[in-house]
Nanobody, 119 residues
Framework: QVHLVASGGGHVQSGSSLTLSCTSD??????TGWFRQAPGKDREFLAA????????YYGRSVKGRFTISKDHARNTVYLKMNDLKPEDTAVYSC??????????????WGQGTQVTVSS
């Protein structure tokens, strides 16, 4: 069982940057993904990274603004978000893909962290 803890959310102004962290208690070989869900909307895929860190994937709406990275020593995956907009306001969650592909299925989920962007 993989346990994930997401952190780093907050309330920021439009145009700001924020970095989210997803820390695991396991160093097992799995891919990690970031997702978000705004009120009344479906969950949206943002980014994923394979265990090695060599392969990264991005959702269309955030490509170029968000960057996913991994610190193996800390078992932590980061999501650096730049030029935040009010429409980025959502609950952000991370998840583990035990297949390692980074495309799901997403077997384990961490709790969400709220990101609120004010104009």
């Amino acid at each position: 069982q993989v346990h994930l803890v997401a952190s780093g959310g907050g309330h920021v102004q439009s145009g700001s940057s924020l970095t989210l962290s997803c820390t695991s208690d396991s160093s097992a070989n799995f891919a990690t993904g970031w997702f978000r869900q705004a009120p009344g909307k479906d969950r949206e895929f943002l980014a994923a990274i394979r265990w090695s860190g060599a392969n990264k994937y991005y959702g269309r709406s955030v490509k170029g603004r968000f960057t996913i990275s991994k610190d193996h020593a800390r078992n932590t995956v980061y999501l650096k978000m730049n030029d935040l907009k009010p429409e980025d306001t959502a609950v952000y969650s991370c998840a583990a893909d035990e297949s390692g592909r980074g495309s799901g299925p997403w077997n384990h989920w961490g709790q969400g962290t709220q990101v609120t962007v004010s104009s």
